[in-house]
């Protein structure tokens, strides 16, 4: 099949560049309707495509629309429908042509999805830069702007379709006898029209109810705020009369809060000038301390000057000399205190009181007995008793011991006298020293000295306490602030005077804070309860509203009664137009169906004879072989199309 097209050029401008001469030269597709495979060379300037009804004319145009504007991967309708019956693929759409001088072929394969543009030696798949290419080559951005610029059909030239629903109706008024007026089915539509416009959104939700749910809706709206405001009405009168109650409560109460804390405050008031009063004696008891000990620290300063002085410049001129002399006097002095003690003991008795006595006796014996001798022999036993009496006496009798400490206690007080030599030398260069501070022995010399030092630790004992009560002041300071303590003291206690009788004890002072604790909280429960009342009485006109709102339900309510009366008219005369015209338009539908049949085999040579009229409408559909069903007479050729209506 070898025919000529027509091409198109357009003149616009995209990406900021101006769209040059376009021509188309091939037109190739597969599977594409009523073509499964099939090329179409065009020339420049007007081609003239010729051949008679369903041979693929508006196709062609159709096939040319596809491959400049739909989209490959596209699963619309229209492009499932443009699949050549049978086929389970997609169909391809070439074409091939010029661009400004320069050749380009572009490829759409709906099977699989896919977009191809060759130009200039570069090859783009990418869907959106090749709509952008050629958008920019016709100037045209849609199917849509082409076809009502560009691509013009040959319906839209005759006008033919703009009269295919004036057909159906003068047939139908023709039927009815009816013409000249509205058809009997044009009655029934509007009728029904009308009443499901006024019925619309009362079975099902709308987007655009009718008058009748409108209606509805804005008296349910209405009920809804009536309920409303008649809560908030009664709620009003509620929180009034509460605000009142809340009123005198609050005032009772402040007035109760208010006395307390007047108490309070004058017991707190009390308890704290107790304190500040005791706080004062206590510092001016510390005061006094303080200036005590420093007239007695004055008092010893001046001791320390007239009575020390000589010896506090011997102590800090000779102190290191002084002080080795006393530690050797001191040491002598221990010394001979432990030698006289133990001569004091080696001096005591030391044997038995007749020990003497029992050695004289013995001795007089014994040379008693040994003169005696010569008289007779027995008279050496008197010896004998002698010398026993001698030994009993030196041994028992201890007598032998105190022969040998007369020898001990010679040796001891041989070391006590030169000690006692040492002492007094000692002594005698610590008299030379002591002379220079005024004292005339060394023991007046220590009792001066004892003193002295009482004297200093004292004066350190004062220093320390001074620094604990009054750091770094003297005795003005002292005085100063005696007499400012006493003057706080005497306002303390004026104020005092004052607060008598109007305060309570502790006691009772820990009841009144309980409560006021309670009155606050009770205070701030009804504030807040106060607050929330008062919010809610700040909505003005409540009542207007309420009164508004009844007036508008009474009158949605009449207006839906109307509403419901008209509803009834309508259906009960769309039931008897309907009725009526059925009854004569089924039997003119079923003769219309045979005289077209007739007229249909004539104008396709014999291709479509079969033909079903709608007895609603009037409206045609076609026995189509190739689909093995019923088609709208739409799908059939163009110039069929024409013929028939």
């Known amino acids: 099949f070898d025919c000529r097209g027509s091409a198109a050029a357009g003149v616009g401008q995209a990406h900021g560049e101006v769209a040059g001469k376009m021509m188309v030269k091939e037109l190739t597709v597969r599977n594409f309707r009523r073509f499964r495979r099939a090329s179409f060379n065009l020339g420049e300037g007007i081609n003239v495509i010729k051949g008679p009804n369903e041979s693929g004319k508006s196709t062609l145009v159709q096939a040319l629309l596809a491959a400049l504007y739909w989209k490959a991967d596209s699963s619309r309708r229209e492009v499932r429908e443009s699949v050549t019956w049978g086929e389970k693929e997609g169909f391809v759409i070439e074409l091939e042509g010029e661009v400004k001088g320069e050749t380009f072929r572009l490829v759409k394969d709906f099977s699989s999805r896919s977009s191809r543009l060759t130009w200039r030696d570069r090859e783009v798949a990418n869907a959106a830069e090749i709509e952008d290419r050629i958008r920019e080559w016709l100037g045209l951005g849609s199917e849509t702007a082409y076809r009502s610029t560009a691509g013009i059909r040959q319906d839209e030239v005759s006008e033919i379709a703009a009269g295919r629903k004036e057909l159906s109706e003068s047939l139908q008024a023709t039927v009815t006898g009816s013409e000249g007026e509205s058809s009997a089915l044009r009655a029934c539509d509007s009728l029904n029209r009308e009443l499901a416009e006024l019925l619309k959104g009362m079975r099902s939700p709308a987007k655009n109810p009718g008058p009748l749910a409108k209606v509805e809706e804005e008296m349910a709206r209405l009920r809804a705020r009536e309920s409303e405001l008649s809560k908030a009405v009664e709620g009003r009168v509620r929180a009034k009369k509460r605000l009142e109650e809340i009123g005198e409560e609050e005032k009772a109460l402040t007035e109760r809060l208010e006395a307390l804390q007047n108490l309070a405050r004058d017991t707190q008031e009390r308890a704290d000038i107790e304190e500040d009063i005791e706080d004062f004696h206590r510092r001016y008891r510390s005061l006094e301390s303080a200036a005590n000990l420093m007239e007695e620290d004055q008092k010893l300063q001046a001791e320390e000057r007239d009575r020390y002085g000589s010896l506090r410049r011997v102590l800090e001129g000779k102190r290191e000399e002084l002080g080795e002399l006393e530690l050797r006097r001191a040491g002598v002095s221990e010394g001979l205190a432990i030698l006289r003690r133990k001569m004091e003991v080696e001096a005591g008795p030391g044997h038995s009181p007749w020990a003497p006595y029992v050695v004289v006796s013995g001795l007089t014996l014994v040379l008693v007995g040994l003169a005696g001798i010569a008289l007779s022999p027995y008279m050496l036993f008197i010896s004998l008793f002698g010398a026993l009496m001698v030994l009993a006496a030196l041994f028992p009798g201890g007598y032998i011991k105190f022969l040998k400490k007369g020898r001990d206690c010679n040796a001891l007080q041989g070391q006590i006298d030169e000690l006692e030599d040492m002492e007094k030398k000692l002594t005698q260069r610590m008299e030379g020293i002591i002379a220079e501070a005024g004292c005339d022995s060394v023991d007046r010399f220590t009792e001066l000295k004892l003193g002295y030092l009482e004297l200093l630790a004292r004066r350190k004992e004062i220093a320390d306490k001074l620094e604990v009560l009054m750091p770094e002041k003297g005795m003005a300071d002292v005085e100063e602030e005696a007499r400012k303590l006493a003057t706080e003291v005497s306002l303390r206690e004026r104020r005092l005077k004052e607060l ?63 509403l419901l009366r008209k509803a009834k008219a309508l259906q009960l005369a769309s039931r008897w137009m309907e009725e009526a015209t059925s009854a004569t338009l089924s039997t003119a539908a079923r003769r219309l169906e045979s005289r077209i049949g007739e007229f249909m085999g004539k104008i396709t040579e014999g291709r479509y004879t079969k033909i079903q009229v709608d007895e609603g409408t009037f409206g045609i559909r076609v026995w189509s072989p190739e689909k093995e069903g019923e088609v709208e007479a739409e799908v059939l050729s163009r110039g069929t199309v024409d013929q028939l209506y």
């Open 500 to 562: 008598r009788g109007r305060t309570v004890d502790a006691g009772k002072l820990q009841e009144i804070l309980n409560e006021m604790d309670k009155l606050r909280a009770r205070l701030d429960k009804l504030r807040e309860e106060t607050i929330r009342l008062e919010v809610g009485l700040n909505e003005e006109g409540v009542e207007e509203d309420l009164l508004q709102v009844r007036e508008e339900l009474e009158f949605l309510s009449e207006k839906r009664e109307r």
